[in-house]
């Protein structure tokens, strides 16, 4: 009961000062992640001890970083999988191998020995999967190119856990032979895949009985079996159990049910995930870091720029484009969850000193920190144009000439960025339509794909402006960008804008969030695709209640129309078109409501110049334009008004028109 009740009071103290924290770090802008490992430093037993039992709390944890890696193979496929085989099976062994070969050099300076290189040469390689996937879920890039490219290096690593420490104890000579470790290391693979194989085939099965007894108890406790089980069995192989845990996910990633599951098991793994990070944090002695600051100042750098330039170069050599390389090396620069583990083995094994143990275990607490940084910052080093010039393997010169004889005699064509199923769907239809496009993509498989079935795509970076340019954007009458990164997408949609004043430039965002800052970067239209399945949900409920066509394409084109507000609920939208690049003028449309208490007004009756500053260009009319109406012309229930004005203006204006009868 004493247990239970330190466990329960340990929980209750990490939630309460991790949510304090939290709200700090969120009003002055910094990660969440941050906070949690700052509430570890403070809370654990070398801060202000406030936790019991650092151990109980750190179980719970690997559970969550288990359920994190678990929803990740339900999102993923193995098809998927199979996309990354070159970054897993090339890039992610290159970079462990160069990562021991450096630490092995450096440890020899500092007068280790051998051995004592190698086993910190593991623990280096190794990055955090937990932390690395989390930012790049938080910020909505697990599937785009660079997310891609951490993933499978990440999935690489997890699989080189198991030989690591099992080759440990032959490292510090406890008498086990090299065939021996051969032979362990060979069962532990061939069990993990007879774990896949036979869970692939009993899973579906068994979920097929458990749905049809339709009970949502029998449901979620399947599913935890499942996650557990094969967690457990990967463990007995000799394998992490988060790795068992993203197994788990990618067989049920081909269930009919993997959404389901996906929405079941969310909310736990978001609440025990947060604990990884707090666990973290406790392994650091603040007392200790401030004694010795100097010695893990060097220690900490070493780590981050060794590791940084290793992955970026693993990348380049591997074919990976120098933008994502980069961006790749500095998410995964940190050192990682399992390193902990690989150096506990090493500590026990005798060949890393108490001393070196505690500056290891807080110079990698302390790269964990600092990986949100680092990861914001790649994009902006990755845009530079050292980065983008950066190619190893086909020449530059020789793209750009190939862009230039595709765009000798293009006009008014369609430049799509990023070969995915949107991009090449947009491809397809132009291709049937006869009207001329080029597609630029960063990933060399996609591009060697495209071109043998006949498209016109090009291996480039639609951040690099010369690109751009070479791809006849000067020309061109629309971009398309069909690109996951966020970051990428706002740079692009700045640099094109500046290229071409007059291009039509459309945008593809998974997030909410994004959309005004897209159309303040110069994007035309934002197609945010949660409200675009909104819209089309419901036309077809509409559709089931026999409204008429014509009604229900007008309701679509006027929530399109009005920027999605209706969806937003929010301020009034940022105005979109520009009339003048050197004025900072905009025009957009707003539609008066039929309770709206300026309908009957005359425009000069309504005061709307006085009290927002914005003007009446024109009126629509039951689908009629009123050009520039004086200002004794009545304003009628319906009518949609065509305003000018700034941006505050603007917003001003339509969140006045828009207005309860109470607040005009």
Known sequence: MTDQFNLLNDLLVAYLA???????????????IIGFLVTGVLAGPNGLGLVSDPKAVHV??????????????????PQKLAGLRRIVLVTGPLQILATVSVALLATSLA??????????????????????????????????????????????????????????????????????????????????????VGARRLFPILMRHIVNVRSKELFVIAVILSFLGTAWLASLSGFSMELGGFLAGLILSASE???????????????????????????????????????????????????????????????????VAIV??????????????????????GLVSSQWYQILISSAVVTLMVTPALVSGSRRLASLQFAQRIDLFSSREKRLSELDEQTS?????????????????VAKALKTLRIQNLVLDLNPQVVRLGRSRGDTIFFGDCTDSSILEHAGIGSARALVLAISDPYSAKRTVRISRSLNSEILILVRTKRV????????AGADEVIPEEFEVSIEMMTRILRSFNFPRDLIAAEVRR???????????????????????????FVETVVLPEDSPLAGKQILETQLRERTGALILGIIRAGKPLNNPGADEHLHSGDSLVLSGTKQQLRAAIEFVKSSPGRI
């Not at 660079?146 to 856990?161: E, K, M, P, S, T």
């Not at 790749?328 to 094994?349: D, N, T, Y």
């Open 18 to 32: 991790s949510g304090l924290i939290i709200y700090i770090f969120h009003r002055v802008g910094q990660s969440a």
């Open 60 to 77: 719970l944890a690997e559970i969550g970083v288990m359920l994190l890696l678990f929803s990740i193979g339900l999102e993923f496929s």
């Open 111 to 196: 007068g280790m020995s051998l051995v004592q290189g190698i086993a910190i040469g593991f623990f280096a390689a190794m990055s955090s999967t937990a932390m690395v996937v989390k930012i790049l879920l938080d910020r909505g890039e697990l599937d785009s190119i660079q997310g891609r490219a951490c993933l499978g290096i990440l999935i690489f690593q997890d699989l080189a856990v198991v030989p690591m420490i099992i080759l440990i104890p032959h490292l510090a000579d406890r008498g086990n032979t090299w065939s021996s470790l051969l032979l362990e290391v060979s069962l532990s693979f061939l069990l993990l895949g007879g774990i896949f």
């Open 257 to 323: 049910y993997s959404q389901q599951i996906f929405s079941e098991i969310r909310p736990l793994r978001d609440i025990l995930n947060s604990l990884f990070f707090i666990s973290i944090g406790m392994l650091v002695n603040p007392e200790y870091l401030l004694q010795n600051l100097p010695l893990l100042t060097v220690v900490v750098l070493l780590l981050l720029s060794g590791k940084a330039l290793i992955v970026t170069a693993a990348g380049l050599l591997t074919g990976i484009s120098a933008p």
């Open 328 to 349: 790749a090396g500095l998410s995964l620069a940190q050192v990682g969850e399992f390193s902990f583990i690989i150096l506990e083995e090493a500590s026990r094994a």
């Open 409 to 425: 005699e293009m006009t008014d064509h369609v430049i799509i960025c990023g070969f995915g199923v949107s991009g090449m769907n």
């Open 513 to 520: 969030s994004e959309i005004d800052e897209l159309y303040d």
């Open 559 to 585: 929530i399109r129309e009005d920027r999605y507000g209706v969806f937003r609920e929010s301020k009034a939208t940022v105005p979109r078109l520009r009339l003048s690049s050197t004025l900072g003028v």
